[in-house]
C-alpha cells in the first residue's frame, strides 16, 4: 500500500462520527500494521520446558542417630531417584519407592524428573552422628493390652491368597483380620500376643484347607547397609517352612530375581540332625546357600536362635545367635555367574512367612502337627 493510500484511509477514518478515543486505538493498530514490513519467514522459538520441582527429603527418627527417609515431590508423575555415596544422581540412580532406613553416616542427594521436562534441581539431606554397632530401629512386638493384638500396621502389611507362590506352595496367606474364607478371624494366622512374641500360625481347619501368614514391610519399612537380625523359635514338623527373608524395593521395577534375595533364615521339615539355611538370589542365575551347623555344633531349630545379617558394600554375611559367628559370606568379588544386586542403595524389605507344602519340604504328612507357628521375640537393625 502507498502511502497516499494509508494517508487516505486515514483522513477518512477520522473523518467519520468516532469518538476520539476510538480513532486513537484505530490510529495505533493501522501504524503498527504499517512499520511491520513483510514477514520475517521465521517461526517463533518454543519456550524452554517447564522445570520439575525440587523434591523434599523427611527424616523421621528411628533410634540412636537412625533415620527413616521419605521423600515426595509436587510435580505430577514426577519420579525420584537418589544417592547415598556422595555422586550426583541422575534418572539411571537408584528410584526412590519406599521409605528406607538410613542406618550409616551418609549424605543423600535427590533429583526428581519428568519426561518433556527439565530435571529438578538436587537437593541433598545428610545423616550424621550414628555410633558404629548402634540398635537403629526395632520392633519388639510388645503388648501390653491384656489381649492379642494386631502386628504394627505402620510397619508390617501382607502378601495374601493361594497359588503356589512360585514355589507349589499348598497354604492360602491370610492377613490380620480377614474374613475372606478359608481365613477365619475365629483361627488367627498372625498376631501379637500377650506374650510380647508376633505369632505366625500354619492351620489346617477345616476340609484340608492350609492357611498360614506372610508378613511383609514393604512400602512401609525397608533397610540398606547394616545389621539385621530375629530372635526366633520355629516349629518342627514334615511339611512346614518358615523363613526370615529381605527383597529388593525394585521388585515392583525389575522383577525378581533382579531385586535380590537376602535369606537370613529357611527351615523346613523335621530334619534329624536339624539344620537351616541361608542364602542369596539375584538375576543371571547368581545363586548360593550355605546351611548350619556343621557336624561340630549342636542345634535345634525349636529352640530361641537370632538369625541374622550384616550386609555392606560388595558383601552379605550370615550368623547365627552373635554377630561372631558367620556361617556364611557372600561377596562381589568372588561370584562366579549373575549380577550382584545389593548394592544398589534402594533398601530391602523384611519378610516373616511360614509357608505349608511346596517343593523343596513336600507335603505335610500324618505326623504335622497342626496348628504349628513361628514365635518371633524382637526384628532389630543395627549400624554396620
Given at each position: 500500500m502507498t502511502n497516499q493510500l494509508k494517508r487516505s484511509s486515514l483522513v477518512f477514518l477520522l473523518s467519520g462520527?468516532?469518538?476520539?478515543?476510538?480513532?486513537?486505538?484505530?490510529?495505533?493498530?493501522?501504524?503498527?500494521?504499517g512499520c511491520g514490513g513483510g514477514s520475517s519467514g521465521g517461526g517463533t522459538t518454543p519456550p524452554p520446558p517447564a522445570q520439575v520441582a525440587t523434591p523434599t527429603v523427611t527424616m523421621t527418627a528411628a533410634q540412636n542417630g537412625g533415620q527413616v527417609v521419605t521423600m515426595a515431590d509436587t510435580t505430577s508423575g514426577?519420579?525420584?531417584?537418589?544417592?547415598?555415596?556422595?555422586s550426583t544422581?541422575?534418572?539411571t540412580s537408584q528410584q526412590y519407592l519406599t521409605p528406607v532406613l538410613i542406618a550409616s553416616n551418609v549424605t543423600i542427594k535427590v533429583v526428581a524428573t519428568v519426561s518433556g521436562m527439565t530435571?529438578?534441581?538436587v537437593t541433598s539431606q545428610s545423616v550424621s552422628g550414628i555410633a558404629s554397632g548402634a540398635l537403629v530401629w526395632s520392633d519388639e512386638?510388645?503388648?501390653?493390652?491384656?489381649?492379642?493384638?494386631?502386628?504394627d500396621a505402620s510397619v508390617w502389611t501382607y502378601d495374601t491368597g493361594a497359588g503356589g507362590w512360585g514355589n507349589?506352595?499348598?497354604e492360602t496367606y491370610c492377613a490380620y483380620g480377614s474374613t475372606t474364607s478359608p481365613c477365619d478371624t475365629a483361627l488367627p494366622n498372625t498376631y501379637v500376643g500377650t506374650d510380647g512374641y508376633l505369632h505366625v500360625v500354619a492351620r489346617n481347619a477345616s476340609g484340608g484347607a492350609y492357611t498360614s501368614a506372610r508378613?511383609?514391610?514393604?512400602?512401609?519399612f525397608s533397610t540398606s547397609y547394616g545389621r539385621v537380625e530375629a530372635l526366633i523359635k520355629m516349629p518342627e514338623g514334615q511339611g512346614l517352612w518358615p523363613a526370615f527373608w529381605m527383597l529388593g524395593n525394585n521388585i515392583t521395577t525389575v522383577n525378581w530375581p533382579a531385586c535380590g534375595e537376602h535369606d537370613i533364615m529357611e527351615h523346613i521339615n523335621a530334619p534329624l540332625p536339624d539344620w537351616f539355611a541361608g542364602s542369596i538370589h539375584g538375576a543371571g542365575n547368581l545363586n548360593g546357600s550355605v546351611t548350619w551347623p556343621t557336624a561340630a555344633?549342636?542345634?535345634?531349630?525349636?529352640?530361641?536362635?537370632?538369625?541374622?545379617?550384616?550386609?555392606?558394600?560388595g558383601k552379605v554375611q550370615y550368623y547365627i545367635d552373635d554377630p561372631s559367628n558367620v556361617y556364611a559370606s557372600f561377596d562381589s568379588t568372588t561370584i562366579t555367574t549373575g549380577t550382584w544386586p545389593f548394592d544398589s542403595d534402594g533398601g530391602a524389605f523384611i519378610i516373616l512367612n511360614m509357608a505349608v507344602g511346596g517343593s523343596w519340604p513336600g507335603a505335610p504328612d500324618a505326623t504335622t502337627p497342626f496348628p504349628s507357628e513361628m514365635l518371633v521375640d524382637y526384628v532389630r537393625v543395627y549400624a554396620n
Open positions: 462520527k468516532r469518538s476520539a478515543a476510538a480513532a486513537f486505538s484505530l490510529l495505533c493498530v493501522i501504524i503498527t500494521a514426577a519420579s525420584i531417584f537418589f544417592t547415598t555415596d556422595g544422581p541422575t534418572s530435571d529438578s534441581d512386638f510388645s503388648n501390653s493390652s491384656g489381649s492379642n493384638v494386631q502386628p507349589a506352595e499348598l508378613l511383609k514391610t514393604q512400602g512401609l555344633q549342636t542345634y535345634t531349630a525349636s529352640d530361641w536362635h537370632i538369625y541374622g545379617m550384616i550386609w555392606s558394600k
